[in-house]
Antibody, heavy 120, light 110 residues
Framework: EVQLVESGGGLVQPGGSLRLSCVGSGLTFRDYAMGWVRQAPGKGLEWVSAINAGGGSTYYADSVRGRFTISRDNSKNTMYLQMYSLRAEDTAVYYC?????????????WGQGTMVTVSS | QSALTQPASVSGSPGQSITISCTGTSSDVGDYDFVSWYQQHPGKAPKLIIYDVSDRPSGVSHRFSGSKSGNTASLIISGLQAEDEADYYCSSYTRSSTWVFGGGTKVTVL
């Protein structure tokens, strides 16, 4: 069974930094593009960032570009989201999600999410 | 990166069929057959139920189906059941090599 497990969330002050991790199991991690999607409390889903299987191509939502950095270490089956200059509006549950290996496009497997709270 | 437009809520009685619309632009929904739909129950992670406009992942009920016309995609839930009460989100790949979600639709089973 494919599983994704996020960690690294917590309470951080405005302007602070945080690094989220997403560990994959039950799959050949290096074969799949991945992404991050967040959900503010009581709000809808917002795509944040994505990275291709090899890690050489990265993509960002306008709301986080220049402040967040996505990366992956395929030797550790792990994807990261480094977040800088955090703002109150970044408060959300952050989900990591896997994209299909071939053909088509979607986020087909999701982690359980990790909560990030930006507050003083 | 404007969100796709979904109705805030849709309701139906058990056994009925309901349709949730998802309107985008010629730069996302209208440009690619990469529309997906997700079901989310309270406190849970989203679950993929439709991808590539109308394909169902293994294990997803045949009561869920999808379609697209122009810049608008649709999710149809037939034979509505109590367990279908949840939030539903559409998503599309975009011309900017990004992804965009809809605002979500709350489905209520009367």
């Amino acid at each position: 069974e494919v599983q994704l497990v996020e960690s690294g969330g917590g309470l951080v002050q405005p302007g602070g930094s945080l690094r989220l991790s997403c560990v994959g199991s039950g799959l050949t991690f290096r074969d799949y593009a991945m992404g991050w999607v967040r959900q503010a409390p009581g709000k809808g889903l917002e795509w944040v960032s994505a990275i291709n299987a090899g890690g050489g191509s990265t993509y960002y939502a306008d709301s986080v570009r220049g402040r967040f950095t996505i990366s992956r270490d395929n030797s550790k089956n792990t994807m990261y989201l480094q977040m800088y200059s955090l703002r109150a509006e970044d408060t959300a549950v952050y989900y990591c999600a896997k994209r299909p290996g071939s053909g088509g496009d979607a986020f087909d497997v999701w982690g359980q999410g990790t909560m990030v709270t930006v507050s003083s | 990166q404007s969100a796709l437009t979904q109705p805030a809520s849709v309701s139906g009685s058990p056994g009925q069929s309901i349709t949730i619309s998802c309107t985008g632009t010629s730069s996302d929904v209208g440009d690619y057959d990469f529309v997906s739909w997700y079901q989310q129950h309270p406190g849970k992670a989203p679950k993929l139920i439709i991808y590539d406009v109308s394909d169902r992942p293994s294990g997803v009920s045949h009561r869920f189906s999808g379609s697209k016309s122009g810049n608008t995609a649709s999710l149809i839930i037939s034979g509505l059941q109590a367990e279908d009460e949840a939030d539903y989100y559409c998503s599309s790949y975009t011309r900017s090599s990004t992804w965009v979600f809809g605002g979500g639709t709350k489905v209520t089973v009367l």
